[in-house]
C-alpha cells in the first residue's frame, strides 16, 4: 500500500510540473504574441487603434495573473506533496537520502517563473504604449 501511496504521488508531483510549464509557457508565448500585434499596431496613425491596443493589454495583463496564480497553487501542491513524501521517507528510515535543501530550491525556481511571467507582461503592455507616445 506504501508503494502504491508512493507513486501516486510522484505522478501527482509530475502532473503538477506539468501544469507548470503550461501555465508558464502559455503566458509568455501570449505576451510575446500580444507584444508583436501592439507593436505593430503602435505604428499606425489611426487613434482607433488604440481600444484594440487595451483589448490585447487587458488579456496580457489577464493571464498572466491566472498563469502567476496557477503557479503559485502548483508550488503549494509541489510543498504539499513533498512534505508527504518526507514524512514517508522518515516512516521508512529513507530520509537521509532527500536533501531538504531541494525545497528551497523549488521556491526559488517557483519564484522565478512568476517573474519572468509578470516581466514579459509588462513588456508586452509597455512597449507599444510607450512606442504609440513617443512617435
Not at 10 to 30: A, H, T
Request: glycine share 6%.
Amino acid at each position: 500500500m506504501i508503494e502504491q501511496l508512493h507513486n501516486h504521488m510522484i505522478l501527482e508531483l509530475k502532473l503538477n510540473e506539468r501544469d507548470n510549464s503550461v501555465f508558464v509557457l502559455s503566458g509568455i508565448l501570449l505576451n510575446l504574441v500580444i507584444l508583436a500585434i501592439n507593436s505593430a499596431l503602435s505604428g499606425e496613425s489611426d487613434p482607433d487603434i488604440f481600444p484594440i491596443m487595451l483589448i490585447f493589454a487587458l488579456l496580457s495583463v489577464g493571464y498572466s495573473c491566472i498563469a502567476a496564480l496557477g503557479v503559485i497553487r502548483g508550488r503549494r501542491n509541489r510543498l504539499m506533496l513533498t512534505q508527504g513524501l518526507l514524512k514517508m521517507y522518515e516512516d521508512q528510515g529513507l530520509s537521509a537520502y532527500y536533501d531538504h535543501r531541494l525545497i528551497d530550491n523549488y521556491n526559488g525556481r517557483y519564484i522565478l517563473l512568476v517573474a519572468a511571467l509578470i516581466l514579459t507582461g509588462a513588456v508586452s503592455v509597455s512597449v507599444p504604449f510607450l512606442s504609440a507616445w513617443l512617435l
